[in-house]
């Protein structure tokens, strides 16, 4: 046995001992009141004896002294009733027997008696009391009890004996007790431990089937978006192509309108999937609905057909509500893209603003501003309608449609605080009404970038080192900066990068890509660069979601991808204006 | 077996046993004597009845005593409600003597009665021996049944001489039903 196994054995050991001591107690105790009750029966027997015999001194005074035998005898003869009494005797004065009585024949009475007296032995009480009438001494009577009766007597040392028994079986229960706890511990630790691996299995198992959810849903992500992507792409060059080929200016318009509605599509489709996948939290503010509706006039024109009409039934004074203006943004794109798939041949959407006060919504407690697109397209079974919500329910063609749009819709409205829902038949059109609660606040004072774009300053003779490992982007973006009357020198990766610097070049910002094949990242290569050459600004510029949050988290200053000409140049002229990386990114590293 | 059971007990009670018929009759009157005394111990008097703490219980005989030494000899030593005994021969009764116990020994022409008639009312135990006739009973009366000496109650003249008799000894009386 081990010394971690008998741990455990002694404390269990003391109860046992305990119990044992606990039973001899009751043991002795129970033998010492069996003594102390067996006295005091003695003594209560020897009482009761003479009691009888004073009794039958007092009835028989007058049979005594007139030496009425008959009456005598008739009196002893009463004592039948008492079981205990064995033999009884009438002494007269002179100590002579006047009268006898003998329960069974064969018990003997003493011939003479004359003075009281008590005595006890072999279990038989024997006791002579005075007769005495008045002053008057007439006689004795003699009384012979069995202190205590067979049967009696039996019971007691039965009750003794059973109080032995008792105790050896608390004894032997405790002792079988203990085995059975132990037994019954340890089948609970097999049963505990049975349980643990089932749950562990178990845990497995679930696990292992999220990992394939995950997967499944990656690979329709990435079938979906692949197909997306090569479509616009495939747009995107054919169009580029044939705008080499044609001069003339209403068909070289309408190529150029073509690619940019694909880089577009493209651009919300990444969006779409970053905000599916980032999960980031809503930078929410108050703001008033029907402005946000209004800017976003010019975005849906772009996003929908010209067959399609757009009407726009915005309530004067609606509450403010707390959105992400961005998420609000594509959520409504979202919805007024699946109108525009639902209505091949034309039709109308309708963007209606609420406000609706408490109650006046069915399972809405408060006040809540009502958003609601309808269309006239082909509508949704109730099936469908079921699973809208669901990510990646989709009934388009595979490449047509990702399932991620009304998903996105839910998900931005319930973390807003509100809600989704669909009124829609098949061939009668639908609803897709958004509920957002009311806001106590004060609306927010519009974000910077709603105003007019800044004014593109031309940098004269301004030298930009840009860090890009992809030929493709690089050129692209090389193209842009030459537009925008940039000098720019091209490093493929962050050593390079360096290299021009520590040789002297003349570089007055540098614009790099975050993620890059090699030694050092596009943070790294910042960093080194505020600390070798601290009046050297420097611009980050990433497509992935995460890694441009981490360095704009470090206080970096930071592009996303993709991103417009007007944008880049507002970021270089900035950076350029600032100065260096912003202390608290200093403070950070 | 009675008879040898009285003789007994008798003997017992009587210093001498004589024998023969005349010895019988001896032993008859050494059992009254005894009784005489003995029914003192469940006659309760009333208050007044005794002279004062110290004087003696009388036990009176009225007529031809009877008894002569044996009474003596029975009470010797012996006493009624803490008063020694004394035993006092009456010639002639005159209204309320001075007894607890009045024993009207037999006599012909109506002397029993009469002296009884005196005494009634009066605090005395008076006891006669087997009046044929009821007034010459007394509150107690010897009466001679199956060999055995035993007597009957009168409860009313007890009760006029204001005398409480213990039930113990009216229950041995003939004509009470006998013990319980
Ligand atoms: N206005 C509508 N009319 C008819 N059916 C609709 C409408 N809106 C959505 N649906 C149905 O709901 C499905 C799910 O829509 P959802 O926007 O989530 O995904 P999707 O449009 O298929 O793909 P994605 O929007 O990601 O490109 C659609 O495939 C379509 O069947
Ligand atoms: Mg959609």
Redesign the pocket.
């Known amino acids: 046995m081990t010394a971690g196994a008998r741990q455990p054995m002694r404390p269990r050991l003391l109860p046992t001992v305990g119990a044992v001591i606990a039973a001899l107690v009751l043991v002795v105790a129970g033998l010492a009141v069996a003594a102390y009750n067996e006295n005091t029966f003695k003594a209560q027997a020897s009482r009761e004896a003479q009691v009888q015999a004073d009794i039958v001194a007092a009835s028989v005074t007058a049979a005594l002294a007139f030496d009425d035998e008959s009456a005598a005898q008739e009196y002893l003869d009463a004592l039948r009733a008492n079981p205990q009494v064995e033999a009884a005797g009438l002494y007269n004065s002179a100590g002579r027997l006047l009268a006898g009585y003998r329960r069974e024949a064969r018990q003997a009475l003493p011939t003479r008696v004359v003075n009281p007296f008590s005595a006890q032995s072999d279990g038989h009480i024997m006791v002579a009391a005075p007769v005495v009438q008045g002053a008057t001494r007439l006689g004795s009577v003699y009384i012979r009890t069995d202190a205590e009766p067979p049967a009696r007597r039996a019971f007691r040392y039965v009750a003794i004996g059973l109080l032995g028994v008792m105790a050896s079986l608390v004894v032997v229960i405790l002792a079988g007790a203990n085995s059975v706890q132990r037994q019954a511990n340890r089948a609970l630790g097999e049963a505990n431990e049975m349980l643990r691996l089932q749950i562990e299995q178990r845990e497995r198992a679930e696990e292992a089937l999220r990992q394939s959810q995950k997967m499944e849903a990656m690979g329709q992500l990435t079938g979906g978006v692949a197909h997306d992507f090569n479509n616009l792409l495939m747009v995107a060059s054919s169009g580029l192509e044939l705008l080499d080929r044609t001069q003339d200016p209403r068909r070289r318009e309408t190529l150029r309108q073509a690619v940019r509605q694909a880089l577009d599509r493209g651009a919300d489709l990444t969006r ?1 999937l970053l905000a599916f996948s980032r999960r980031s939290p809503l930078k929410s503010s108050v703001v008033d609905l029907g402005a946000q509706l209004d800017g976003m006039r010019v975005l849906l024109d772009r996003s929908l057909r010209e067959d399609i009409v757009v009407r726009f039934d915005i309530e004067p004074g609606l509450w403010p509500v707390e959105v992400d203006p961005v998420q609000l943004e594509v959520a409504l794109l ?2 007024a ?3 525009r ?2 209505m091949p041949n034309g039709g109308l959407i309708t963007i209606r603003a609420r406000n609706r006060p408490d109650r006046a919504v069915e399972g809405l407690d408060g006040d809540f501003v009502e958003l609601t697109v309808t ?1 006239t ?4 079974s109730a099936e ?1 309608i079921h699973r ?2 669901e990510p990646f ?4 063609a595979v490449g ?8 996105q ?1 839910y998900g931005f409205t319930r973390a807003s605080g509100g809600d989704a829902r669909i009124r ?1 038949e098949p061939g009668r ?2 609803a ?1 009404s958004l509920f957002f609660p009311r806001s106590t606040r004060p609306l927010d004072a519009p974000a910077a970038d709603a105003g007019p774009p800044p004014e593109v300053r031309t940098p004269a003779n301004v030298t930009v080192l840009l860090v890009e490992d992809d030929d493709a982007v690089a050129h692209a973006v090389g193209a842009m900066l030459s537009e925008l009357g940039y000098r720019y020198d091209r490093a493929p990766n962050a050593t390079a990068a360096l290299e021009r610097l520590e040789s002297g070049q003349h570089v007055d910002l540098v614009f790099s890509d975050m993620v890059m094949p090699g030694a050092i990242d596009g943070v790294t290569l910042a960093r080194v660069i505020r600390d070798r050459w601290p009046d050297l600004p420097v611009v980050l510029t990433s497509g992935f979601s995460e890694a441009a949050d981490a360095a704009a988290r470090d206080g970096w200053r930071l592009l996303a991808k993709p991103y417009r000409m007007e944008t880049l140049a507002a970021e270089l002229a900035a950076a350029r204006a600032d100065g260096p990386a912003p202390r608290d990114a200093a403070a950070k590293s | 077996m009675r008879r040898l059971a009285l003789t007994l007990a008798l003997a017992a009670t009587v210093a001498s046993a004589p024998r023969g018929a005349w010895a019988a009759a001896a032993l008859e009157m050494a059992v009254k004597a005894a009784y005489l005394y003995r029914f003192a111990a469940f006659v309760q008097w009333p208050p007044g009845a005794f002279n004062g703490p110290g004087t003696p219980a009388q036990i009176c005989i009225a007529g031809d005593d009877p008894f002569g030494n044996v009474l003596d000899q029975a009470v010797k030593g012996k006493k009624i409600a803490n008063h020694p005994i004394s035993i006092v021969r009456l010639d002639r009764v005159d209204k309320a003597p001075p007894c607890q116990i009045l024993f009207v020994a037999p006599s012909p022409r109506r002397r029993v009665a009469e002296t009884l008639d005196k005494v009634r009312g009066s605090p005395i135990l008076t006891v006669t021996d087997s009046g044929a006739d009821p007034a010459d009973r007394g509150v107690i009366d010897f009466v001679l049944q199956d060999n055995r000496v035993r007597f009957r109650i009168d409860g009313r003249a007890a009760v006029e001489g204001g005398l409480a008799i213990s039930s113990k000894l009216r229950r041995l009386a003939i004509g009470s039903g006998g013990p319980p």
């Open positions: 779409q979202n919805i893209v699946n109108a798939d639902a269309d397209g082909r509508g949704m469908t809208v919500f329910f989709t009934t388009k047509k449609g990702t399932g991620l749009g009304l998903s819709v829609s059109g639908a897709i």
